[in-house]
């Protein structure tokens, strides 16, 4: 009798499921860098960064279609995001089916606050970016929805009348640094610094780099908020 066994994809397996975390994550990470560096534009005023908006929808025509580099972008980074999601899922119940007995108290404390703010942070980024869509991509939710005008698109949507989309977004910014702080920290040490001056010196990076991004998302809002940016 020949007995024939079922071999688990490479991409299935636990080192596979963490790299497409990882190259995922990496992704995701410099989207995230490059779009707060285009919002900053628009500090430069309504024609520097009407232009930056022009721009990108431009970028690559005549061989792309108006608008079709951000339609690729927009698929690729869609699929980034289901793929995180799916390796982090799937390595999380199978850590979770491993390992029967509970933690002591005081691990159980901090394992578990990480997974509240994970679980619950991408719960509300990814609220955020349906809403996001909908509202600066789509024009649908925002009181300008002009997409020929991108500047006034953003002042009308953090208008002070407005405050309320200015706190929702500053609790998905939140979450996502939350998420940020404790995704770099965990690849950082999974390189290789787990001692406890390595883990401390990654603690450090991680923070700084999810306060930074989380000050460059939060100052625009709020510079509309305030009429520093009208």
Request: charged content about 15%.
């Amino acid at each position: 009798m020949v007995v024939t066994t079922r071999t688990r994809s490479p991409i299935r397996s636990n080192v596979g499921l963490k790299a497409v975390m990882a190259v995922t994550g990496v992704l995701l990470v410099l989207f995230l860098i490059a779009h707060m560096l285009g919002n900053l534009k628009i500090f430069s005023g309504a024609t520097s960064f009407d232009h930056y908006a022009h721009w990108l929808r431009e970028l690559g025509v005549p061989l792309l279609p108006s608008a079709g580099f951000l339609w690729l972008q927009r698929v690729g980074l869609l699929t980034a995001v289901i793929l995180h999601i799916w390796a982090a899922t799937v390595l999380a119940l199978r850590a979770r089916a491993a390992r029967p007995v509970r933690y002591a108290h005081r691990k159980k404390v901090r394992g578990s606050y990480a997974a509240r703010t994970m679980r619950w942070g991408g719960v509300i980024i990814l609220l955020f970016v349906v809403y996001h869509i909908l509202d600066l991509t789509t024009g649908t939710l925002n009181p300008v929805g002009d997409p020929s005008r991108p500047f006034a698109n953003v002042v009308a949507d953090f208008a002070p009348e407005r405050w309320y989309v200015t706190l929702f977004y500053t609790v998905a910014v939140v979450a996502l640094g939350f998420h940020l702080r404790h995704g770099v920290f965990s690849a950082l040490r999974s390189l290789g610094q787990q001692t406890p001056r390595g883990e401390q010196r990654v603690r450090v990076v991680a923070l700084v780099f999810a306060v930074v991004l989380c000050a460059g998302y939060l100052v625009v809002p709020f510079a509309v908020l305030t009429g520093l940016v009208s």
